[in-house]
């Protein structure tokens, strides 16, 4: 009975302390992405110092791209011209982002997003902890960065 108790309370905090995420929140995808790590469903995490890409997320009216773009020293980044299209998903209180190619369709859960931190949660119930990035200029050429 008292680890009834203590799971009943412990899963009522755990949804307690979950972001509700709005429709406004959204636009706070939009830019570029730095993965700081990785947590695995049974808690390991993996940590990761230096990323040669980031995600680039451009969502307008719940529809747009994600891509990966390479930073390069001069504060510009390099892209290629593969993507995939991405689409907004409220069902009850959850978010999911649903991803599409030609190839494969895949979705994460939204589970929390502000101007500086972005999680999501994919099949596998692996969680991607990401920070906002932004151009990196390391040639201090008094050049300004896009």
Not at 2 to 23: A, H
Not at 33 to 46: Q, R
Not at 75 to 87: A, I, M
């Amino acid at each position: 009975m008292k680890n009834t108790f203590m799971i009943l309370i412990v899963s009522l905090l755990f949804l307690g302390c979950r972001q509700e995420i709005k429709p406004a929140d959204i636009a706070k995808l939009n830019g570029y992405w730095e993965i700081e790590k990785v947590v695995f469903e049974k808690g390991e995490e993996k940590d990761y110092k230096m990323n040669e890409s980031f995600d680039y997320f451009d969502i307008k009216n719940n529809k747009g791209i994600r891509k990966k773009v390479m930073p390069q020293f001069d504060g510009t980044f390099l892209t290629s011209d593969s993507f995939e299209n991405v689409s907004v998903r409220f069902k009850g209180e959850q978010v999911f982002l649903d991803y599409k190619t030609d190839y494969a369709k895949w979705s994460e859960e939204l589970i929390s997003i502000s101007e500086e931190k972005l999680v999501v949660k994919n099949q596998e119930k692996k969680e991607y902890h990401y920070k906002k990035a932004g151009a990196i200029n390391l040639l201090e050429d008094g050049k300004k960065t896009k």
